[in-house]
C-alpha cells in the first residue's frame, strides 16, 4: 500500500465516511477553497492507480469505492510512524506523549489497564 499525500488522505476520508462516491459527491464535501473538478479527479484517479479505490462505470460517469478500509490504513501509517520517528518502539512512543503532555492522567490509567489485561493473558 502506498503512502498518501495529505490531500489525497483528506478524499480518502471523504471515501471512508461516503464508502461509494461520485468526483461530484467529493468536490461538495470539500472544504473552501474547493480545487477544480479536474484536479479533484485527477487525484481520486491516482488514489485509484495506488489501489485505494476502484470504480464502475455508468456511462460517461465512474462511481468510486473503497478497497482499503480506514482501518487498515490507520494500522499501516501507524506502525510506519513507529518504525521511521520511533526506532520501532512503541516505548519510545509512549515516552514522548507523556513527555509532551500529550496524554492525560485519566488516558495513562487507561493505558495502564490496557496493559493489565493484556498480561493476565
Known amino acids: 500500500m502506498e503512502e498518501l499525500t495529505a490531500n489525497e488522505e483528506q478524499i480518502m476520508r471523504i471515501f471512508w465516511k461516503l464508502e461509494r462516491a461520485i468526483v461530484r459527491d467529493i468536490l461538495d464535501q470539500l472544504p473552501e477553497p474547493k480545487p477544480p473538478y479536474t484536479t479533484l479527479a485527477s487525484s481520486v484517479k491516482v488514489l485509484e492507480k ?70 493476565k493473558k
Do not use: A, C, W
Not at 60 to 77: G, H, M, V
Open 50 to 119: 495506488k489501489g485505494y479505490l476502484g470504480h464502475k462505470s455508468y456511462g460517461k460517469t465512474n462511481e468510486y469505492f473503497i478497497l482499503i478500509p480506514e482501518s487498515d490504513y490507520r494500522k499501516k501509517s501507524f506502525n510506519s510512524l513507529v518504525k521511521n520517528f520511533f526506532d520501532g518502539s512503541v516505548e519510545n512512543v509512549l515516552s514522548f506523549l507523556v513527555k509532551e503532555k500529550k496524554v492525560s492522567e485519566k488516558e495513562l490509567e487507561e493505558l495502564q489497564k490496557m496493559i493489565d489485561q493484556y498480561e
